[in-house]
Each structure stands twice: as C-alpha cells, then as structure tokens.
C-alpha cells in the first residue's frame, strides 16, 4: 500500500497466447533472414572498455595499449564475446506478447576481432519445435544460425541459439520459482569471503600456457561473480544493449509501432520495456519469474571470460556452448567451475583441449552447463593457434 493506504497497481505485461494462427505465422519465416539492427558495429577502445567493465572483466589485454603491443595480437583486441554487443544471436519475433528467454547459445571462433575492424552480423531462422514444461506447460522453442563478418568478408564467428517462448500468465498461474528465498540473505561474513574470490581471479596472461602441460582431469580455477546487483545490470547494458534500449520520445516511437514491447510502470507512469524483467520486480513477476534476474548472454559472457582467462593471451577459443538453465536473481553469486576432459590433435593438427563447464549458485544448482574447446601452443611442435588466424583482419 502506499501513503495513503490506496493499494498500489501491478504492472502489467501484455498477455499474449501460443496459438496456432501464431504457430502458422512462425512457419512461413522458417528459412528467412532476418533485418538486424547492431548495437555496436566497430571494434575500437571505447566500445570494447565499456563492454568488459559491463561483464567485469580486467584482462590487460583488452584494456592496456603498452600491454597489448607485446603480445602477438600487437595490439588491444575485444575478446570473443564482444560479438555479443554487436547482435545478442536472437529476435524477438512471432508469438505477440509470449515472453522469450533466451536459453543458450553454441559458438564456433574463427576470427580475432581487431581496433578497427567493423562487424556486420547476419541472422536466419532455422526451425521451431513444440515441447511441455513445468514452468509454464506449452513452450516454444525457437532457432537461429548466426554469422557474424568483418570489412574483409571474412567470417569471424558462428552462434547457433535457442529461446524460449513462454506463455506470460501460465508461468505466472503455476509459479515454480515461487519459493525461493529472494533476495538471498547474505552476512557479512560470507560477503567478504565472496569479494576476496571474486579478486582471486587468475587470468594467465603472458605465462605460455601450453598444451604439453595441460592434464586430463584438471579443473580449472573458479571465476566468481558477485552478489549480482542493479548496477551490474546497468553497466552491463551500457556496453551490450541486446535491445537498443531506448529513452523517452524515441523510445515513444517505439513502442507505438511494437506495442507488445513495453507496459505503463503505475508508479511513475512511464512506458518500460518488458526487458525491464532484468531489473524491475513487478516486471519479473508479470513474466513468472519472483524477481529480476540475469540477462542469459551475461553468463556465457562470465563463461567466455572464465575460459579465456586460463588460455592466456597465446591460446585460441575455439567453441563454446552453454544452455542457460533456472535463473540467476539480483542478490545471486556465480561460481564458474571447469574440467580438462580430453586434450588430442585434430584433423588440422591443432593441439586442443576439451573441457567440461558448469556454473552454481549459492542453491548448489548448476545453472549454466556446457562444454569448450580451446587450442593451446604446443611447445613439442611449436605451433602457435594464432599464426592462422592473424593474417588478413588486422587489415
């Protein structure tokens, strides 16, 4: 209640049915290319700083000039999930008013992404499929192949993704997220012994990590983020902006010509975007969700960086998939873990490692699991998995 004891207004998202005229419509865009509109189109300091202070990431060298001249890139380049700014693999297209939760993505690396090389990304719908779940009975899943291009033509990555649809007052009505305890009750205690691991983070840098050193078995040290908060989520949108967040008259515009996107906060009467899931608690709830919660890249960014941080700046993330699994809410803490299954030579003779990965939460719950494959110098052959990839982006 407020004040003057009037019961204040829920907000309302728009309520939208999985039906089969929505179903039909789905159909006929399978196979279709879809318009992209980027976020970010060029790789250059400003757009890579505000990107990994976004995901919290410190690494020298995607940040230090004098740093990054000594490396074999020769100068500061975005690290791999910078493409995620660029176009965050999914739209949010058919189902009008049915929430999407993007729900993992499958990428392939080809390509550094240099200052100065200008990225075009490309989008096709590839298929759709029916399947019941507790979280909301009836879902939709939906699949996109994605590529993304440097000025040179060059493809410099693949993303396959997957999202959910889900109907909003189904998952309101059967409320399986209903009993978790949010936001979680730290002590301060336990909050200091959380911030000293999330400052031990272990990044290799220019210490060669090589192949004929790696073991099978080895897990890799965790990398830990949080309590997440508010400003996590603001300053991760200043340097990824899935959706083009907009303000007032352009924002306006916007939402007359997609009405399904926004609803009327009650309290201060202005339009927000049903993004606002990821930071406004009337918001999640309308989406079935008790409180505001990750956005999915975020944490395959948290992976991509967790990865890259054990390979140093002479290795080579090759793949990388994960599935988005439950939620991570504001107040919530991530422990990214990983497992060395399997280090061979591949059919082009590159040294490569597997490794297992999985994040857990505060719960215990593996929030996040999925497997990499990442190519490492190797000191027997001396190969180096940057030689092949050098030439011809830096321009």
């Known amino acids: 209640m407020d004040k003057k004891g009037a019961v204040a207004k829920k907000v309302q998202l728009s309520q939208g049915r999985i039906t089969e005229e929505g179903l039909e419509e789905l159909r006929r865009r399978v196979g279709k290319k879809f318009k992209v509109d980027p976020f970010h189109t060029l790789v250059c300091k400003d757009s890579i700083r505000h990107f990994v202070d976004g995901i919290g990431d410190v690494n020298p060298l995607y940040r230090d000039e004098g740093y990054a001249k000594k490396t074999r890139y020769g100068t500061v380049i975005a690290p791999p999930s910078w493409l995620y700014s660029v176009f965050p693999t999914w739209i ?63 493809r410099v990555a693949n ?8 109907e909003r007052k189904a998952a309101q009505e059967k409320g399986k997220y209903a009993e978790i305890q949010v936001p979680h009750p730290w002590t301060e205690d336990e909050l200091k012994m959380i911030e000293e691991q999330v400052l031990g983070e272990q990044i290799r840098g220019a210490k060669v990590r090589y192949w004929e050193d ?9 990398l830990v983020k949080g309590p997440l908060g508010i400003t996590d989520i603001i300053a991760w949108c200043i340097g990824s902006a899935p959706v083009r967040l907009k303000a007032l008259g352009a924002a306006l515009r916007e939402y007359n010509k997609h009405p399904a996107w926004a609803f009327r906060d009650p309290r201060t009467g202005a339009l927000e975007p049903t993004f606002a899931v990821h930071y406004n608690i009337e918001a999640a709830r309308g989406a079935g969700v008790p409180y505001p919660y990750d956005v999915g890249v975020q944490r395959q960014q948290w992976l991509i960086q967790h990865l890259t941080d054990w390979i140093g700046d002479d290795g080579w993330l090759k793949k990388c998939y994960a599935e988005y699994r439950r939620f991570v809410y504001l107040s919530d803490v991530i422990w990214l873990h990983g497992k060395v299954t399997r280090k061979y030579a591949d059919e082009e003779g590159e040294c490569c490692v597997d490794i297992e990965t999985w994040a857990e939460n505060q719960r215990g719950e593996n929030i996040m699991p999925g497997h990499s494959t990442v190519v490492l110098p190797s000191r027997d052959k001396g190969t180096w998995p940057l030689e092949r990839r050098l030439a011809v982006g830096k321009g």
């Not at 200052?115 to 939906?142: L, M, Q, Y």
């Not at 790696?214 to 890799?220: C, H, N, P, S, Y």
């Open 159 to 166: 993303a396959k993704s997957w999202s959910v649809r889900a």
């Open 214 to 222: 790696v073991r099978e078995g080895e897990t890799l040290p965790a």
């Open 92 to 154: 949010p297209q058919g189902l009008k008013g049915v929430h999407a939760f993007h729900s993992g993505n499958d990428w392939t690396f080809f390509k550094p992404l240099f200052e100065g090389n200008i990225i075009a990304p490309e989008c096709t719908f590839t298929h759709f499929e029916e399947k019941k779940s507790r979280f909301a009975g009836r879902i939709i899943i939906v699949h996109y192949d994605n590529n993304f291009y440097n000025q040179f033509g060059e």
